[in-house]
Every structure is written in C-alpha cells, then in structure tokens.
C-alpha cells in the first residue's frame, strides 16, 4: 500500500524537470572542466556566465546533457545552455533541446562560440554560416540538419602555425588580453539580449562593429545607466 502511495505521488506530484516552455534558447560552447575553465575554447561558457548573472535567478539544473537555467530577457522565457559533452559533441545538447520544445533553430537559436579567425575580443554575428572550422558549430550544423541559426563569434586570436591550434585554443587569454576579453563578453551579452527582443538583424546592425566603437558604445550605455540611477 505504502508502495503505491509512492509511486502515485512521483507520478503525477513531483518536481518537473522542465519549469518553462522557452521562446529562445541560447547557447555557450566550451569544454567542462575546471582546468578547461579560463582558456580561449571557453569563450561561450563566460558569455552564458555573464548572462546568468543578468537574467537568471535559478541554480542550474542537468538537462540535455548540458547544465541549463531558465532566464527571463525583455519579457520571454529563455533558456541558457552549455553543453557538457565537450565541444565536438556539442550538437547533441542543442539538438535534443530544439526539438523537445519543438523550437525553429532559425528564428530561436543562437550559438556562442570561439572564432580563431577573428582578432582578440571582436564580435561577429551571422544568421547562416557554415562552421568555419569551429568543431562545436560543425556537430550542431550537422545534428540539426542545417546551418540557419545565428551564431555569435568572438574572436580569439590564431596562433603562427597551424600545428599549434590545439594547444592554443585551450590556454588562457594573456594579462593584457583579459580587458579586452571582458569587454567582449560583456558585449557579447547585450548582443543576445537585443537578439532576444528584437532579432538578430538589430543584433548585427548594433555589434558588427570595430572594437573601437563598441568600446564608446559600452562607455555610452554605461554613462546613460549611470546619469539615470
């Protein structure tokens, strides 16, 4: 009897693993792993930080072979991924994410990554690419059965030769790379919030932008939020 009890309670009483149906899901690449943690691959894990210190006010959760939160940004319901199934294997999170809430990666999905082709801290972001060589965006390209989503790429720099990519990808930023790294994520982020409200169309007219602009841009926003307090 007491068995049955039990199982009529876990059956239709206990906590969902899903809290929200989202209208966005936004993604951040990286490997897990504390030593993986502050090196150049990870670039999409501090963005998503970033993100969750703004919008999110849940502990993360294991779903989707990823650590997710649900965030709430300009008035949708957004969910926040990063897989960890390490990046080459990255498609399998945001494939079972997309479509067990039955989202379109065109319109509802965008990806942050590292890009080695872009200099240090510059923001790129596309609606439909291919993956550049970026080995987390070719598995999510080739398990969603498309390309039409957007990605936003931070620039990490590329090392002289060819032979040190791998290494290079997975050591940290320089001393006298970090501010202009923090700067990006911090841009990065407000990319992703004006891709939430109004598209990614707004999102590449405001960030596809030299470095030198988006450093008077953030001063602006800064000194508005500041003469508005």
């Known amino acids: 009897m007491l068995r049955t009890l039990i199982q009529f309670f876990n059956v239709f009483y206990r906590k969902p693993k899903t809290r929200m149906k989202p209208d966005k899901i936004i993604v951040g690449l990286g490997n897990p792993g504390r030593q993986y943690s502050e090196t150049r691959h990870n670039i999409g894990y501090m963005v998503l930080a970033e993100l969750v210190k703004r919008t999110s006010f849940d502990k993360p959760r294991s779903q989707f072979h990823a650590d997710v939160w649900d965030a709430r940004i300009g008035g949708k319901n957004v969910l926040l991924i990063c897989p960890t199934t390490f990046m080459n294997l990255s498609g399998t999170s945001v494939s079972e994410a997309i479509r067990f809430y039955k989202l379109n990666p065109e319109q509802d999905l965008a990806v942050v990554c590292d890009d080695l082709d872009l200099p240090v801290a510059r ?3 596309r609606e439909t690419a291919g993956s550049g060589g970026q080995k987390g965006l ?14 936003l790429r931070i620039g990490i720099g590329r090392p002289s030769s060819s032979d040190q990519v791998v290494d290079f990808v997975l050591t940290p930023f320089r001393k006298d790379e970090k501010p202009e790294i923090e700067l990006a994520v911090q841009n990065a982020a407000d990319a992703l919030q004006v891709w939430v409200e109004f598209g990614s169309q707004e999102a590449m007219n405001r960030y596809n932008v030299t470095e030198k602009r988006l450093k008077k841009s953030r001063t602006t926003q800064e000194d508005d939020r500041s003469s508005n307090a």
């Open 123 to 125: 923001l790129r972001i």
């Open 138 to 151: 070719k598995d999510i390209i080739a398990k969603l059965g498309t390309q039409k989503f957007t990605r």
